[in-house]
């Protein structure tokens, strides 16, 4: 059984966030079947901002720092794995608007459910 690969069709995305305000900034989704494999993350920015991302409607991680910059991201050996989605909320705790940052990239592979 042949199973295909693809790469994340857009591995970045940015959202401008009101002061004292949350939003989602970055969000990967996956059919039935498939399983998402994340090896690259990086991310923007700013005192009193905080980024939550989330696995399958987990929380998979909170950051109060930046990861690492979205010209040369982390790289997650062995991958991060999803089955669903895998989403970042930028949270602005500012008292003005700030910018929110995403790199995230990976492969999906269909035809799992077998396995």
């Not at 090896?39 to 690492?68: H, P």
Request: charge should be negative.
């Amino acid at each position: 059984m042949s199973r295909q690969v693809k790469t994340f069709i857009k591995t970045y995305d940015y959202k401008e966030i009101a002061a004292n305000s949350a939003d989602m900034v970055f969000k990967q989704e996956i059919g039935q079947g498939q399983v998402g494999f994340v090896d690259k993350i990086g991310n923007s920015w700013a005192v009193n901002t905080v980024y939550e991302i989330y696995i399958d409607g987990q929380v998979f991680m909170t950051l109060n720092r930046q990861l690492a910059s979205l010209t040369d991201p982390h790289i997650f050996r062995p991958p991060v794995v999803f089955h669903r989605s895998i989403s970042f909320f930028g949270i602005n705790k500012t008292a003005a608007a700030v910018t929110f940052e995403v790199v995230c990239d990976g492969m999906i592979y269909d035809d799992f459910q077998n396995i």
